[in-house]
C-alpha cells in the first residue's frame, strides 16, 4: 500500500507529516471484540460464582485427589501397629508432611527444630511416652492449649500421617535444634 500527497493529514509537527492511514479492520474487530468478550470473561471466572476461580479449581482438585488416595487406605486408627505401618512409608510421610508445613511449623519450625513449641527432633519428649502417643497429643493438645488439640480439625487420616511424619524426624538433628524442655525425659525408640 502505498500513500499519495493527498491523504496526508494537514498538519505537520516540526516539519513531520503523517499520512491518514486507518488501523486494519481485522485488528479493530479484534479490539472491539475483546473489549465485548470481557464482562462475559469476568462474570464467569471473577464475580465470586463458587468452583470457578482458578483458586477454588486448585482447591477442588488437591481435595479430590486427597479424597481418591484417602479410599485407598481406609479410616487409620491411631493405634500403634498403624503408626509403625506408616512410619517408614515414603508416599504416605509425603501427605503428613504436607500437613506438618501447613499446620505445625508456626510454633515447631520448618524442621520441627523448635521454635515456640519444642524441638520434636530428639529423643527427649514431655507429653510421650511410645509413639501412639504422638497421636494422643496432636489430637488432644497439651500444656494447657499452648499446642492446640487438632482432634476436630484434622481428618482422622491426616492425623495418623503427620504423627508418622513426626516420629519419623526422630534423629534428624536439624541445625538450630531447641534445647529439650526441662520437663523432658529421654524416651525408648519407637520400636522399643
Ligand atoms: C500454637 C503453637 C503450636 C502449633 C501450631 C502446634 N504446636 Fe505442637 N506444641 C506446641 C507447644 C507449646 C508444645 C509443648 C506443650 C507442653 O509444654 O506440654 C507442643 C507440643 C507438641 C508435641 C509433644 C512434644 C512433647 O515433647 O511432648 C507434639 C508431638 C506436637 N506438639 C506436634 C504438633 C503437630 C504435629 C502440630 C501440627 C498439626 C503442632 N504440634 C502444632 C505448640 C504448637
Known amino acids: 500500500m502505498s500513500n499519495t500527497p493527498e491523504e496526508l493529514t494537514n498538519h505537520s509537527y516540526d516539519g513531520i507529516q503523517e499520512y491518514d492511514n486507518p488501523l486494519p479492520g481485522w485488528w479493530v474487530w479484534l479490539f472491539v471484540g475483546s473489549i465485548a468478550f470481557c464482562p462475559f470473561y469476568w462474570a464467569y471466572f471473577h464475580a465470586g460464582i463458587p468452583g470457578r476461580s482458578i483458586h477454588d479449581q486448585y482447591n477442588d482438585a488437591v481435595a479430590q485427589n486427597l479424597r481418591q488416595q484417602f479410599a485407598e487406605l481406609g479410616e487409620l486408627q491411631p493405634d500403634r501397629a ?106 525408648p525408640p519407637w520400636r522399643g
Open 82 to 187: 498403624t503408626l509403625l505401618k506408616y512410619l517408614d512409608d515414603k508416599r504416605w510421610l509425603a501427605v503428613g508432611e504436607s500437613v506438618f508445613k501447613t499446620n505445625c511449623v508456626s510454633c515447631h519450625g520448618p524442621s520441627a527444630e523448635g521454635k515456640v513449641g519444642p524441638n520434636l527432633c530428639d529423643d527427649s519428649w514431655k507429653n510421650v511416652k511410645t509413639i501412639e502417643d504422638v497421636a494422643k497429643v496432636i489430637a488432644q493438645g497439651a500444656g494447657g492449649r499452648a499446642m492446640p488439640a487438632w482432634g476436630q480439625r484434622l481428618h482422622p487420616n491426616e492425623l495418623v500421617l503427620v504423627a508418622c511424619y513426626v516420629a519419623s524426624l526422630r534423629g534428624s538433628n536439624p541445625p538450630n535444634a531447641k534445647a529439650p524442655e526441662p520437663e523432658a525425659k529421654v524416651i
